[in-house]
T-cell receptor
Framework: KNEVEQSPQNLTAQEGEFITINCSYS?????LHWLQQHPGGGIVSLFM???GKKKHGRLIATINIQEKHSSLHITASHPRDSAVYIC?????????????FGTGTRLQVFP | DGGITQSPKYLFRKEGQNVTLSCEQN?????MYWYRQDPGQGLRLIYY???????QKGDIAEGYSVSREKKESFPLTVTSAQKNPTAFYLC??????????????????FGPGTRLTVT
């Protein structure tokens, strides 16, 4: 079993729909990261959080430390949101940001 | 503009040849990382460096080598000993963030990646 599990693996939506991507982890963490990878391959960091909730534009990330679970929400989805969304956790046992990655959720938003 | 550059974007090599992938950053970050991405798998750490002239093996270091002679540069060499070198390679660097109530964590900034194909 992977230390970081994401669901669903693939997700399709119509433009305007509310989208939720889930991430569960089984290890202790110092922070959880949500990353976005576009078809060209480059990765952008969306959020880094260790508790509660963060919002940036139409994106919202929440984390429940007790349940070891995080969600990424996209409101009013748009075709340009189509990408792979990756959850990763920081290993608190090392004095470095060694990340443990999930396998990603591929999102396609159709007009 | 500050950022991370990787070159080239696409690289083709014959089996048995060593190849070096470039990674440069002008973000003044101390730590740099190399990851490998294969279809259906999460990113896996190859090597990382927290400071100039120092680096550590990641989870899949066999068949790879790195150097960190300058803060800005962290080249990765894929040697002929790497059994399955064809993959997408991503370089990253990090700055330290202090999050309230937790031990320090680092946000990572990624380069655009190099797709290596070995035939």
């Amino acid at each position: 079993k992977n230390e970081v599990e994401q669901s669903p693996q693939n997700l399709t939506a119509q433009e305007g729909e509310f989208i939720t991507i889930n991430c569960s982890y089984s290890v202790g963490i110092s922070a959880l990261h949500w990353l976005q990878q576009h078809p060209g391959g480059g990765i952008v960091s969306l959020f880094m959080l260790s508790s509660g909730k963060k919002k940036h534009g139409r994106l919202i990330a929440t984390i429940n430390i007790q349940e070891k679970h995080s969600s990424l929400h996209i409101t009013a989805s748009h075709p340009r949101d189509s990408a792979v969304y990756i959850c990763a956790v920081s290993d608190p046992n090392k004095n470095t940001d060694k990340l443990i990655f999930g396998t990603g959720t591929r999102l396609q938003v159709f007009p | 503009d500050g950022g991370i550059t990787q070159s080239p974007k696409y690289l083709f090599r014959k089996e048995g040849q060593n190849v070096t992938l470039s990674c440069e950053q002008n973000l003044n970050h101390d730590a740099m990382y190399w990851y490998r991405q294969d279809p259906g798998q999460g990113l896996r750490l190859i090597y990382y460096s927290q400071i100039v002239n120092d680096f550590q093996k990641g989870d899949i270091a066999e068949g790879y080598s790195v150097s960190r002679e300058k803060k800005e540069s962290f080249p990765l060499t894929v040697t002929s000993a790497q059994k399955n070198p064809t993959a997408f390679y991503l370089c990253a660097s990090s700055i330290r963030h202090s999050l309230l109530g937790t031990s320090d964590s680092y946000e990572q900034y990624f380069g655009p990646g190099t797709r290596l194909t070995v035939t």
